[in-house]
């Protein structure tokens, strides 16, 4: 039972590189997050999905791109990296309002 | 603007002892939930609180719902080491917030032996 899986775990980008993160949940989960988490920051929520071909900005989206093409899979993009977005991201999927959310296992990303 | 506060932000405690988180939020809401971080790793839920009055218990954990205050606690029995971690909680609102969660600033909690 694989949950959410996050690819990669850790990233180390050079100051202007793109990149992509990917989600991916085996639950059958319709709603699905992107948060970051910066120390003492908590959780922040950047774009998140309600649905496949569906997706939303959070509180910090400036930066990143997502898609949400197939309902399991929820990727995030960095165009143009900047060292401002050295952080953990975490992706979690919910199956609806009366459900936790549960959680990847995390990518560690510098940019440098 | 929809808030969830955690209080304490830090807690350092001795083994044997009992303490409590609290969360505070701002808006309506039956629907809050616990979750544990340990350092470098993910979160995981602990507890799903789904309506007033609502009592959940895992070992020494306890946590529990109070809407009409719009508050959940956190409840910790003769604390052991293993307990230390960072606990998060989140609210779902019923309306404003579009599906999102609303998450606390966590609290970190430190149990010495």
């Known amino acids: 039972n694989a949950g959410v899986t996050q690819t990669p775990k850790f990233r180390v980008l050079k100051t202007g590189q793109s990149m992509t993160l990917l989600c991916a949940q085996d639950?059958?989960?319709?709603?699905m997050y992107w948060y970051r988490q910066d120390p003492g920051m908590g959780l922040r929520l950047i774009h998140y999905s309600v649905g496949e071909g569906t997706t939303a900005k959070g509180e910090v989206p400036d930066g990143y791109n997502v898609s949400r093409l197939k309902k399991q899979n929820f990727l995030l993009g960095l165009e143009s990296a900047a060292p401002s977005q050295t952080s953990v991201y975490f992706c979690?999927?919910?199956?609806?309002?009366?459900?936790?959310?549960?959680f990847g296992q995390g990518t560690r990303l510098t940019v440098v | 603007e929809l808030k969830v506060e955690q209080n304490p932000l830090f807690l350092s405690m001795q083994e044997g002892k009992n303490y409590t988180i609290y969360c505070n939020y701002s808006t309506t809401s039956d629907r809050l939930y616990w979750y544990r971080q340990d350092p470098g790793k993910s979160l995981e839920s602990l507890f799903v609180l789904l309506s007033n009055g609502a009592v959940k218990q895992e070992g020494r954990l306890m946590a529990s719902l109070d809407t009409k205050a719009r508050l959940s606690t956190l409840h910790i029995t003769a604390a052991v080491h293993d307990l230390s971690a960072t606990y998060f909680c989140a609210v779902d609102p019923r309306r404003g917030s579009n599906y999102q969660l609303i998450w606390g600033a966590g609290t970190k909690l430190i149990i010495k032996p």
């Open positions: 979690a999927s919910r199956m609806d309002m009366n459900t936790e959310a549960f």
């Open positions: 639950m059958n989960h319709e709603y």
